[in-house]
């Protein structure tokens, strides 16, 4: 699988093409579905700009964009970044049960994050399922300690170093870590580290993403034009589904 993360945690002015409103992120969904992008990892704003835990911003962005794409699966951040109380942030993940049409697919979970089996939990009862973030060796081993929650679809390995080299031994040590993991491994590299990242995920057979959250430059170090230029270029590469 190719998942688009089309914005993250990017402010605005960090791309001109980064969606960010809810219609923006509903046109660019509808567009990446159109290039056979199912599944998305997106961060919804409320109407300050400012990454949203709350219902109300999380239906408004989910409602619209399975409006125009309804064969996308929606995912979103839970970051402790976007609500650093971490008894708030569990609040708010166990009031995304009453959604609706507004309720996400699955939601990421940063296994190195204070709360994160509580809030593993909260989505479990929502009847949300979880992508688990693990972004370093303790994480994993954090992770391999506690075991999978039930409603886990897969495995983040969220490689950190953009060096381009040094982000392919860091891959190769959290797969190793991770080689007891019984569901889907997604593999991802930031910045210097996204491009090489997704090349090795790719010929390894393991899921991959790719989008403005993750990367700005094309393979070649040129400028993206947006998502949909960066998702053709990690097709180039061998990145399907």
């Given at each position: ?68 794409a309804p064969g996308v699966d929606i995912g ?166």
């Open positions: 699988m190719l998942q688009c993360c089309p914005n993250g945690a990017r402010r605005p002015e960090a791309h001109p093409a980064l969606p960010v409103t809810p219609g923006e992120l509903a046109e660019e969904v509808a567009a990446l579905a159109e290039l056979g992008i199912t599944s998305v990892h997106l961060h919804p704003r409320d109407v300050t700009g400012a990454e949203a835990l709350a219902g109300p911003q999380i239906a408004a962005t989910v409602a619209q964009l399975r409006s125009v979103v951040s839970t970051g402790a970044w976007i609500q650093p109380d971490t008894e708030a942030r569990i609040d708010l993940l166990a009031g995304w049960a009453g959604l609706a049409a507004g309720r996400p697919d699955f939601a990421s979970v940063n296994v190195h994050e204070d709360g994160w089996s509580r809030a593993c939990a909260a989505l479990t009862e929502a009847g949300i399922g979880i992508e688990l973030g693990v972004f370093h060796l303790d994480a994993a081993k954090l992770l391999r300690d506690a075991g999978l929650p039930p409603s886990a679809v897969r495995v983040l390995v969220e490689v950190q170093d953009t060096d381009p080299l040094a982000s392919l031994t860091e891959l190769a040590r959290l797969l190793d870590a991770l080689a007891w993991v019984n569901v889907p491994l997604l593999a991802h590299g930031e910045e210097g580290g996204a491009w090489p990242v997704l090349l090795e995920a790719a010929r390894s057979g393991l899921d991959t993403r790719i989008g403005l959250e993750d990367v700005l430059v094309l393979p070649d170090g040129s400028p993206a034009d947006g998502n949909l230029d960066l998702v053709r270029a990690a097709r180039e590469l061998g990145a399907h589904g």
